[in-house]
Structures are given as C-alpha cells and as structure tokens.
C-alpha cells in the first residue's frame, strides 16, 4: 500500500540515531534499558501511559522452590488451547527466572507473598499490592532516566524504507524525521477498536497497520482476551487478582454461576451470556474481610477508583461486564523480535511470539515483555554492527480531498457487533464488506495525521476480522456460535498480509 501521509524529509526537522524504541511499556523500557546498558545510542519514542502503567494484578513466575517451571508451562499450554509455541514457551518461563532478577536489580520490589490467579495451579503471581504494572512502570522509568536514555514524545506515522528500516517519520508538534538503523515497536496491543475496551485511549494499535502497509504479516489477530471483569459502563478493571483471594461472581440473585478461577475465556463468556440473558452480573467483595482481606490495603487502586465511582465494595456488590482488554495475536516475529522486514523488529502486546497460543494465561504479559525485551534488546545490539546508516531522502505526494466516511467510534461499534466474544460467519462477512466498502476511497483521503490513524487501526481490524472469519472453529478466546468446538485441522496459526 506505500506510504499515506504527504512529505519531503529534505525539508524536515531531523536527527540521527542507531535505534528507535517505540512504546514506554515494559517492553519499551526494557529493550532500551539494555541496549542503553551494552552501550547502543537509543531513543525512546513514546506517546504517554500505556498498559503496563494499569496492570494491577502481578508477572507470573515460577521461583518458588515448590513451584516448577514444567506446571508454569502446563498450566499456560492448557490455556493456550493447543497452539502455544513450545520453543518460545520454554525462552519465557525458563528466561524469566532470570529477568526477575534484573526487573528487581532495576529497583522494583515485589510483596512479600505471591498469589494465584485463573489458569494457575500454584500461587506464583509476584504482586505490589494492586498497582504492579504502575510499580513495575516507574522503576523502569528511573532507571531509563539514570542511564540518560534520550526520550522523544510523539506519535510513529511512517517506515521509511523498502526493503530495510532506513528511519521514521514522528509527529509531535509537527512531522519529524529521525533517521536510523534499527526500528523496535514496542506500541502495544490494539483492544481499543472494541466498543467497550479497559484500555487507555492512547493505545489504538494503529502501529500494526503501519507496518501492514509495509509488508509486514499479521500473526493470529483474531485471538482477543476480553477481561470478565470491568465495572459495568466504565473502563475501570478490577483485577482477577480479586477473584484470586475469593471475590465470587454473582446475578442479581446472588446466586454463583461459574468458576472465578477458570481460564478468563471460559469466565468471561458466563458472564456474556448471563448478560444476554437479561441478568445482571456482580462481583461480591464483601465477604472477604471476614477472610481477613482488608480490600483498602491489599486492593488499594481497585478500592480508590471504585469509592470514586460511587460504590462501596465492603458493602455492595459491583456491576460488572466483559470488555476487550489483550491483544494476543500481533505482528510475527521470532525468538529473537526479528520480523520479515530486515532490521524491524516488534515486542510486548504488538508482537506475536506465539507463547499465548489461543488464551493468555494470567499475568504472562508482563513477563513476556520482560524477558523478549531483554533478547530482542540482544539481537538489536548484535545486529548493529552489520548495519549502515542510509544518507537517502525520501519524499511522497498524492492528491486527496476527500474525508472518511465513518469515524474510530463507528469501527469501534462494528467491531464489537461482529467480533465480540461471540462470532459467527454471516456477521464476520457482513462486518469485512461494510469495512472494505468504508475503505475502498482511502488513496482520496486528505493525507492528515488523524486520516493515517483510523485508515491503521482500520487495516488492523481487517485482519482481525479476516482471520476470525478463516478461523472456523471455537479455540480460546476465538468463540464462533456457528462452530462451538475445536478442529483438528486448525491447530495452526493464521497469517494476514496485505
């Protein structure tokens, strides 16, 4: 597809260095973290507070001497529904033993007690308190700022380049071109084009389209985790940390309807369908202060935002619903980052390094920003010394005047109509027809910066819709009403290109 804005980067602010780091999630900072520490000349680019900043629940690990790093991968190969990637599997698990070590070497400081959440069979969820993401996100951050790592705020619009990453073009105040080596997304997932989403409005996902109109192939993007619970009408998410200590989930009979503890597909499903049902769905915190649980210590940003809300959790119970919240497919990659465009490479929630199979298992994510971080940051630095800067500029001009038809909430709506937690082949169609027809214009767009955002995430929809559709069959948090079961011949991964 080329390239979508209108540019000239002779005329252009500009600057030069070896790597870009888009994203200042985990994944983010821990790549430009070590490529900082091996002595690389990296940039940050990011557009603010991502997801890590909101994880509450905790990164999974298996330290614990009565633990195993064999039940770790059990227990995620069970959610994974057949299609984790057992080579990338065993570089996380057995990995992360020693990223743990670094993430608390970089000055995060862990509870002293680990807990259990859906899809574990040990309690081996490191937590601070319910703010780990937040904890996790600001070490990094002084650590990022002690090592004097240069940060840029702005927005990725283009790759320059054809067959290698040869610079970006950003947009902060205006359009700038940095011109580089090396180009690591970082950029997050893309949950945000549902309807009803617990993501930040900054994460769109929009960087998965970029690198579509590239070439780039999309790796298994119909696989999205909708969290089982987020306050009703909000995109406030109450960590499955809760239902972890015993928080039970309820209609408004208070009468329980499934096991908190079963993999987040299975929960958020019985919920959905309770919901479609005409009942209301709660989750009852009430009674565990009788446990000895004090929800103000143990759970203090789910009690803070709450109370702020209106709701007494110690003394009600909560309105709650399903809401799109991780992305698991993403663009492919391998053990190392490495996509199929030479010197690009991709990491956290926007890749897809295949250990989450069908299903994320709870409080993998982190983990995996943590630990392919770390190799991706490995294989930049080696990388490096084989690579040469270009002196090319680069230039692109197309007419356009018209503007979109439909607008991000219009996608949003279609999405979550047509791809929500319950699919089937005549909406799929109907929703990949209406997207193409809203597309079918998009070289006459006027070439503006909000124009490239929704044409992006538009591409990245499509994918997810085209591959939801290919995919015939119900495989973990893929659920189609047409067919409910799993499918021997589509034990494999899907493949989007444009």
Not at 26 to 34: K, M, P, S, W, Y
Not at 222 to 230: A, M, R
Not at 330 to 346: F, H, N, P, Q
Request: glycine letters at 10%; aromatic letters at 10%; charged letters at 25%.
């Amino acid at each position: 597809m080329g390239y979508f804005l209108n540019f000239d980067t002779h005329f252009l602010p500009s600057e030069k260095v070896d790597v870009v780091v888009c994203g200042s999630g985990i994944a983010g900072l821990t790549t430009a973290i070590v490529l900082k520490e091996l002595g690389t000349d990296v940039l940050l680019l990011t557009r603010g507070i991502g997801n890590t900043y909101y994880s509450q629940g905790g990164i999974a690990c298996a330290l614990h001497p009565q633990d195993s790093a064999y039940l770790h991968m059990v227990d995620t190969q069970r959610a994974g529904r057949g299609l984790c990637r057992d080579e990338a599997l065993r570089v996380l698990i057995e990995e992360g033993v020693q990223r743990m070590a670094d993430l608390e070497r970089w000055g995060v400081r862990f509870d002293p007690e680990t807990t259990i959440e859906g899809g574990h069979s040990y309690p081996r969820v490191f937590k601070v308190e319910d703010y780990t993401g937040k904890a996790i996100y600001q070490a990094l951050w002084r650590r990022a700022e002690e090592l004097g790592i240069k940060v840029l705020m702005g927005e990725l619009q283009e790759v320059l380049g054809k067959d290698q990453v040869q610079g970006i073009l950003t947009y902060g105040d205006g359009l700038r071109f940095i011109r580089s080596k090396c180009l690591v997304l970082a950029t997050g997932g893309a949950a945000s084009m549902f309807l009803y989403t617990s993501n930040p409005v900054n994460v769109r996902g929009d960087a998965l389209g970029i690198v579509m109109r590239k070439g780039v192939a999309i790796e298994n993007p119909e696989f999205v985790q909708f969290h089982p619970t987020v306050v009703h009408n909000t995109s406030i998410l109450v960590s499955e940390a809760v239902r972890g200590e015993g928080a039970l989930l309820v209609d408004q009979k208070g009468e329980r309807f499934v096991d908190e503890l079963q993999p987040r597909d299975v929960v958020a499903r019985a919920i959905y369908k309770k919901i479609k049902e005409g009942h209301r769905v709660f989750l009852d915190m009430r009674h565990l202060k009788e446990k000895g649980v004090d929800l103000q210590r143990r759970f203090p940003t789910v009690y803070r935002m709450l109370r702020e809300r209106g709701y007494d959790p110690e003394r009600e119970p909560i309105p709650v619903s399903p809401a799109a919240h991780y992305f698991i497919g993403g663009i492919k990659v391998d053990l190392w980052g490495r996509t199929s465009m030479e010197s690009l490479y991709a990491v956290g929630e926007c890749a897809c390094t295949g250990v989450h199979g069908a299903n994320r298992l709870a409080s993998n994510s982190l983990l995996e920003g943590l630990v392919f971080g770390y190799r991706t940051a490995v294989r930049v630095y080696h990388d490096l010394k084989f690579l040469r800067f270009s002196d090319a500029e680069f230039k692109h001009q197309r007419e356009g005047s018209l503007e979109p038809t439909y607008d991000f909430e219009s996608l949003k709506r279609l999405m979550w109509e047509y791809c929500g937690l319950e699919r089937e082949e005549s909406g799929l169609t109907h929703a990949i027809e209406t997207l193409r027809g809203w597309l079918s214009e998009w070289e006459r767009w006027k070439a503006t910066v909000e124009n490239r955002q929704l044409l992006d995430i538009s591409l990245t929809a499509l994918a997810t819709l085209s591959c939801a559709l290919w995919r015939r069959e119900s495989r973990g948090v893929h659920y189609r009403r047409d067919y409910t079961y799993e499918r021997e011949n589509y034990r494999r991964d899907s493949l989007f290109l444009i």
